[in-house]
């Protein structure tokens, strides 16, 4: 995103932080086509990833994770994309990071520490 201001960087980050949120996967994606590296966090630390997540967007989550979205990038809360997803209730999107290989013992607290607190452990694999 070169040539651009600072203050218009801001704004194409609000704009894609926007799009992850409301899961609105073919506008975002040209986003990165125009540059905008696939790990944008907002100014909480929040990834696109992560807001597509909470936001339960398994389609935008699956789409993030082909571009190569760090399935384990951590907000400022030290929180992953796995235990908001699981915090949420949003099981689709929970199976597709468990299956991009996501850290389930990662961040405070951990995916696995989530799912027992809302009694969700069965959507996780056994730990072993």
């Given amino acids: 995103m070169s040539g651009l201001s600072q203050e218009q960087v801001g704004r194409v980050v609000a704009l894609a932080m926007d799009l ?3 899961g609105r996967s073919e506008e975002l994606m040209e986003f990165f086509d ?8 907002d100014s909480e630390g929040n990834s696109l990833l992560m807001l597509a ?42 199976a597709a990071l ?6 389930l013992d990662a961040g405070t607290p951990s995916a696995r520490a989530t799912a027992e607190m809302f009694g969700r452990s069965g959507l996780l694999p056994e730990s072993g």
């Fill in 20 to 22: 992850a949120r409301q």
């Fill in 98 to 103: 468990v299956e991009a290989g996501a850290d």
């Fill in 53 to 94: 997540a909470y936001h339960g967007h398994a389609e935008t989550v699956a789409a993030l994770i082909g571009r190569g979205a760090d399935v384990d990038l951590r907000n400022g809360r030290d929180q992953s994309p796995v235990a908001g997803a699981l915090f949420k209730g949003e099981d689709e999107v929970v």
């Fill in 34 to 41: 125009h540059g905008l590296p696939v790990d944008t966090c």
